[in-house]
């Protein structure tokens, strides 16, 4: 991810960005109406008095009422989303607040208030009696800022029906998963040159001097510049390798990246390298899938608290994190070693299937004990996967989250007559996803799809 991207990806997260270019642009409508009086406005009042024959004082007046309104309004918009976001917080998980944030209509609306605001301040500045000088009246301006009260009210009305929906669970995991799937897809085989066979026998050749580059700044590493970093490390001609993942806390002095090479990098290209990351206060799911599933589980894991106790948001959660594991299933995880056509330069590690699966399915089952409706939902989760997937490796780390399944059910479920049932069917998943294995150890896995 370049500098630029990610610059732009935090702006489109944050509340101010796109209000403020509404509030521009709201401004410059205002100053481009005003000025068209002259060659536009000649005969509109003679024309359509009804619409463009209001007086001086009248469009003051107009003016001012719809400048008020909608300063109240905005007041009461910003008020409502406020409230959204405590109860997203409190009710949830507090990270998913910056899906509420990034939410554009939100932001639409909040921008198209004070917009109006403001237009009808610089309208209203314009406009001048005969008794205080030569006289001024806008008349296409002053109807510019009836037409837009009218498409306010309308947007307020479209807001309260939008918050209403957001704020819904449903909505939440179904935008949670569409940025995760989005991540996937970009993720799943991701290369920052030409990968090396996926063996990983690169590694048995790696250098055996190195060198640690240490992180600028403390924070989640969130990206990092693919191409950037494969043209830098070509042109040092060394071999970079990155001591964390995406999504991992980084120490500011503690060793951020290593370089091979028989001397340290000096200053302006060990800044050079360290400006190819981004470290930010917050993860982001553009190159980091596993905390689009984190916030899933986290929202399972809430629902499933004492204080909460609603099992069936948890089993919502279990079937879109089924979905993307399933989606995650086809693709090929990219070799951790990359070239540039000359030679080994990068080495990226990241996580693979069953760190995810571990992810998304572990915490479920371990707070999950004594819930069967949502252990039998982990177990039809399992079922499914098992049926859709035919890589061996993947295979195999089904039935390690089955074995942890098992435990919870064992151990959580104290009534013989609920847990013998999910016991039962335990096992017979387990006989599947183990002959399924078999045979695809035997005639291969399915060909990886590329993207």
């Known amino acids: 991810m370049s500098p630029i991207r990610g610059l732009w990806l935090r702006l489109q997260a944050s509340l101010w960005f796109v209000p403020t270019l509404v509030v ?15 060659w536009v406005e000649a005969d509109l009042a003679a024309r359509w008095p009804r619409l463009f024959g209001a007086g001086t004082d009248g ?4 003016l001012s009422a719809i400048a008020t309104s909608m300063i109240t309004v905005a007041g009461v918009v910003f008020s409502v989303t406020i409230v959204a976001l405590s109860l997203a917080s409190s009710q949830y998980s507090p990270r998913v607040l910056r899906n509420f944030m990034s939410d554009r209509p939100t932001q639409l609306v909040l921008g198209m208030f004070v917009g109006i605001f403001a237009y009808c ?3 209203l500045r314009t406009v001048r009696s005969d008794d205080d000088g030569p006289g001024f009246l806008p008349s296409l301006a002053v109807m510019g800022g009836v037409v837009l009260a009218l498409f306010g009210v309308a947007m307020l009305i479209y807001f309260i029906h939008h918050v209403a929906t957001s704020i819904q669970v449903s909505s939440i995991l179904q935008r949670i998963a569409r940025d995760t799937g989005e991540a996937i897809d970009r993720l799943f085989p991701e290369a920052l040159g030409r990968g090396l066979p996926a063996d990983e026998s690169c590694l048995d050749e790696l250098p055996t001097r190195w060198h640690d580059v240490p992180a600028p700044a403390t924070g989640y590493l969130v990206g990092v510049d693919d191409d950037g970093l494969l043209t830098l490390a070509s042109r040092l001609g060394r071999v970079v390798q990155l001591a964390h993942c995406i999504g991992d806390f980084v120490i500011e002095g503690q060793p951020l990246v290593r ?5 340290p990098l000096d200053g302006p290209e060990a800044r050079a390298l360290c400006g190819l990351f981004a470290v930010q206060p917050q993860r982001t799911v553009h190159q ?6 984190q916030q899933i589980v986290d929202v399972a894991l809430k629902a499933l608290s004492p204080g909460i ?3 069936a948001t948890a089993l919502m959660c279990i079937d879109h994190l089924g979905a993307l594991l399933l989606r995650l299933g086809g693709r090929r995880i990219p070799s951790p070693c990359r070239s540039d056509g000359g030679g080994l330069r990068v080495v990226a ?3 693979g299937f069953e760190d995810l699966a571990a992810l998304a399915l572990d915490p479920i089952a371990e707070h999950a004990r004594g819930e069967t409706a949502v252990l039998g939902k982990l177990l039809h989760t399992l079922s499914m996967l098992g049926a859709g997937l035919r890589d061996p490796r993947q295979l195999h780390a089904l039935r390690r989250r089955l074995a942890l399944l098992c435990e919870a059910i064992a151990h959580g479920v104290d009534t013989p007559a609920r847990r013998e049932p999910l016991l039962e069917r335990a096992r017979m998943l387990g006989l599947r996803l183990q002959e399924r294995e078999a045979d695809a150890k035997a005639h291969g896995p399915i060909p990886e799809r590329e993207t």
């Open 59 to 62: 469009a003051r007046s107009m």
């Open 309 to 311: 106790n609603d099992p």
């Open 349 to 351: 590690r990241g996580p």
């Open 121 to 123: 301040l610089v309208v």
């Open 24 to 38: 521009a642009g709201c401004m410059a409508l205002a100053v481009l109406l005003v000025e068209s009086h002259g």
């Open 288 to 293: 980091d899938a596993a905390y689009g599933l």
């Open 259 to 263: 370089v091979s090479g028989g001397y």
